[in-house]
């Protein structure tokens, strides 16, 4: 530092001084600018309302306690919710029966007669990942496609031996009586 | 327990940090943004930042130092954002801090003039000379440590300083209008 920014320093150091530290000995240049820093400071302080600050307000919300939890909270809860409906996803598409094996609702439907699953077809899909079928399920469906079977029966008398006779003789019968023969 | 004992601490150190600076602080803030509704906030804003980085406080020591050079900063932004309002002048200042009605009209007379002698003297200071000036007045920093606050050399600072007491010497001893 050169010898004269010292000595500016030192000046303007006592020139701005606290009012209650006493400057003794100042240049005449130096006891102005002190003059002027006095004045200007007591109009500062003039300036400063007397009303306190609003310390009881300021304390009954402080400052640091802001909610600054909640946005990691949030992120964290949709990350969860988000592994979880992947998670349910991806079990549901690896428990989905795979392969060509039909369905059990196929097997009903493409054999009317069908009182139960013949030794040749498959009974139950492959366990995928440990997973077992459902054996009573089947037999419901089964059962379920029987009473379609048997109610169709009803609905077309044509349908087995038997009633086609049956069918014919009602046949005959109404045309004697309508002396078409 | 522990956290009770030091959050009752905390808001000791808070209390004491308001009764202390509080007035330093804001009186800082009304100078360099003349409004008291905007120090005001200002103020509480300087407070909570503070708070908030308690703990790095208590290892620097100084704590009006620290706050002040908060509220410098903050003051520096409000400046730069567009303004949209207007800085009062004495009257405006008189309007929205009224004198004390109990107060004598003598006295009130006398606040009025002071304000606008100060509101004169703040008018002529550029913006860096206000804040050297204030940040000596208020915090009794250093000139070195207000060089470091408005990012300046040490002999412009002096320099800062000096201007802006030549500016207030005019004013004030030699009377030039």
Redesign the interface.
């Known amino acids: 530092?050169s010898d004269d920014?010292e000595r500016?320093?030192r000046s303007?150091?006592r020139?701005?001084a606290?009012k209650d530290a006493p400057q003794a000995d100042l240049d005449p240049q130096t006891a102005?600018?002190r003059?002027?820093?006095l004045?200007?400071?007591?109009?500062?302080?003039?300036?400063?309302?007397?009303t306190e600050?609003p310390?009881d307000r300021?304390?009954t919300t402080?400052?640091?306690r802001k909610r600054r939890w909640l946005l990691p909270v949030a992120a964290v809860l949709a990350a969860s919710l988000l592994i979880g409906v992947v998670t349910t996803w991806m079990l549901r598409a690896t428990n989905r029966p795979q392969g060509p094996g039909p369905a059990p609702e196929q097997t009903v439907a493409t054999s009317n007669h069908v009182a139960a699953p013949t030794p040749e077809q498959p009974t139950a899909a492959p366990a995928v990942n440990g997973s077992q079928w459902d054996d009573s399920l089947d037999e419901q469906l089964a059962q379920a496609g029987r009473q379609v079977a048997y109610a169709q029966q009803d609905q077309f008398p044509g349908a087995d031996a038997f009633g086609l006779v049956q069918y014919r003789i009602e046949q005959v019968r109404a045309e004697v009586q309508a002396d078409k023969l | 327990m522990a956290d009770r004992g030091r959050n009752a601490d905390?808001?000791q150190l808070?209390?004491d940090w308001?009764?202390e600076h509080?007035?330093a602080v804001?009186?800082f803030l009304?100078?360099m943004v003349r409004r008291?509704d905007v120090a005001d906030d200002l103020?509480?804003e300087v407070?909570?930042r503070a708070?908030?980085a308690?703990r790095r406080y208590r290892e620097q020591g100084n704590a009006l130092a620290y706050m002040l050079r908060i509220a410098d900063r903050l003051a520096c932004d409000r400046g730069r954002r567009p303004e949209t309002t207007v800085n009062l002048d004495a009257d405006g200042w008189r309007q929205h801090?009224p004198a004390?009605p109990a107060a004598e009209p003598s006295r009130t007379v006398l606040?009025a003039e002071?304000?606008e002698?100060?509101t004169a003297?703040l008018d002529r200071l550029s913006s860096v000379q206000r804040r050297v000036?204030l940040l000596?007045?208020y915090g009794?920093l250093s000139?070195a440590e207000i060089a470091a606050e408005i990012d300046c050399p040490?002999?412009t600072t002096?320099s800062h300083?000096?201007r802006g007491?030549?500016t207030?010497?005019k004013?004030?001893?030699e009377k030039v209008p």
């Open positions: 530092m920014l500016m320093q303007l150091e020139a701005t606290a102005s600018l003059e002027a820093w004045t200007f400071g007591q109009l500062l302080e003039a300036a400063q309302p007397a600050l310390l300021w304390m402080p400052p640091a | 905390d808001e808070f209390a308001v009764r509080g007035k804001r009186g009304l100078a008291p103020t509480q407070f909570r708070w908030q308690r801090e004390d606040m002071e304000t002698r100060l003297a000036l000596r007045f009794q000139f040490l002999n002096l300083c000096r007491l030549e207030l010497r004013l004030f001893v």
